[in-house]
């Protein structure tokens, strides 16, 4: 059987960008052979454990269910995109630290740009909603504590901050 290829054109973290994928490939693949972000973790590959969440167009997906192609004029973006240019971690990232919400860290990446998403809305959510809302991410540590103090706080910092405007 012959391989068909499409070319995809989109903006992975904020840069513009363009290659040519196999039809059938997934989001994962592509952002992980053609462009090395290798933050988007191959987990369960049935989009049930959100290892392997990007935002696209700024909504959380599971990109191993995801197929590259679909994403053809998208604005996708990874863990490596919430890094400031002068290296610093974004508020999230950093909090994550602080919680202790990072134990093996396969499932952090997923975890994180599932809460960018979250966070992004200026909503406060209480932790029952916030649970909720990360649950299509699984944790195998049970570190789900520690996650949930470290999306809080950060919402509570963004919310603050915008108050204080």
């Not at 363009?18 to 592509?30: G, K, P």
Request: glycine share 8%; with cysteine; charged share 30%.
């Amino acid at each position: 059987m012959m391989q068909q290829m499409q070319l995809v054109k989109c903006t992975i973290n904020g840069k513009y960008t363009e290659t040519m994928v196999d039809v059938r490939a997934s989001l994962t693949d592509m952002l992980r052979k053609d462009f090395h972000l290798n933050s988007v973790k191959k987990g369960c590959e049935v989009g049930e454990c959100g290892a392997c969440t990007v935002l696209l167009d700024g909504k959380a997906f599971n990109s191993c269910i995801y197929l590259a192609v679909w994403a053809d004029g998208k604005d996708i973006r990874t863990l490596e995109g919430l890094m400031s240019p002068d290296g610093k971690l974004a508020d999230i990232q950093e909090a994550f630290i602080d919680e202790a919400a990072v134990q093996c860290g396969f499932c952090t990446p997923g975890f994180i740009m599932s809460s960018v998403e979250i966070l992004e809305t200026g909503k406060k959510y209480n932790r029952d909603e916030l649970r909720k809302k990360l649950a299509g991410n699984m944790c195998r540590c049970t570190g789900y504590e520690n996650i949930i103090n470290a999306v809080e706080k950060t919402m509570i910092r963004r919310i603050e901050k915008s108050e204080d405007k």
